[in-house]
């Protein structure tokens, strides 16, 4: 028992201790991040609960989010949920209203982009463990019949909820990523939707997990002065994250996987040809993926010479 209770104390006062050096402005989002995702998981998980409801609210109001939640959470362990997620700047204050009683003014919260990394890696991580991708249908070849059968079971309504969530997602943040969420309905009107979620699903939760401590770490060293250790900044990673992202969705390729090929290469090529050519009715996003392609091409011509002159390099060493 004695064991448990030191241990208790010994998250805690670690805990404790990467906070007041947040707090204190000398970086530290990403040890405490990592602290929290090893030694505290079941309470970043409510965490994230707490991020989501604020994300599907839009802008939500500080005094509401224990009801939202439920009555397993103390508006006092609310609080501590609203500090952690402030700390890991997934959610900032959209404003402040004056409380009807003149007394201490109302929060109202908002999520950022880096709270929506977070969601979106736990969106995909259960869409994953789904099996209802137009792909993976193709793939293993499933009849009408079979579809219809398995839409009837637990693991269609998980698929539908965080589609849902999706759909909220881009009612509240199309800012975010404006030529996947603001073109939301134009995905819906064209009737591939489907098809932008089944992309969506081709990232790997892992990669979100990878953008979160590299923005981390570029914010930290932006905030203490070491920015000389820095290839980008945080801004720029966070711009490369949404290019990736547009990427992937558009069709382009996968950078995670094979980033010398379209992404349709390895899948059902002749619905990602239809899918493709009905992004291009866009102008926005037809203009992106020309201009997303050539820069592809570009870097692929300078990777292609760089390796070249490699092999020279071996070459001549070898006496060649």
Known sequence: MSLCVNEMSHHKSTYKRLRMQRIAGRGGRTPLYLYIKEDCQRQFETSLEVLRQIALSGKAYQYKLKSKIGSGISYRTLLRHLELLKDLDAIEIDHLEPSSKKGKEKNVWRITFIGLLFLLKN????????????????????????????????????????????????????????????????????????RVIDHFSYIPPQYFEQ?????????????????????????????????????????????????????????????????????????????????????????????????????????KLCGF
């Open 123 to 194: 969106i995909l991580k259960e869409i994953k463990l789904q099996i209802f991708t137009e792909d993976i249908i193709w793939a293993i070849r499933l009849s009408p019949e079979q579809i219809e059968k398995m839409k009837k079971g637990s693991r269609w309504r998980a698929y539908k909820k965080k589609e849902k969530e999706l759909d909220q997602l881009h009612e509240k943040y199309p800012e975010f990523l404006p030529l996947i969420f603001g073109k939301w309905d134009f995905f819906q009107k064209k009737e591939i939707k489907k």
């Open 211 to 315: 953008q979160i401590d590299q923005i981390f770490y570029a914010k930290d060293c932006e905030e203490t002065g070491g920015t000389y250790q820095l290839e980008k900044s945080s801004v720029q990673l966070e711009n490369e994250t949404k290019c990736v992202i547009c990427n992937v969705i558009f069709s382009i390729y996968n950078p995670l996987f094979d980033s010398n090929c379209p992404l349709f290469d390895n899948i059902d090529s002749d619905a990602e040809e239809k899918y493709l050519l009905r992004l291009c009715e866009d102008e926005e996003i037809h203009k992106y993926i020309v201009q997303a392609i050539k820069k592809r091409q570009n870097e692929l011509k300078k990777q292609h010479k760089s390796q070249l002159e490699a092999l020279d390099s071996l070459a």
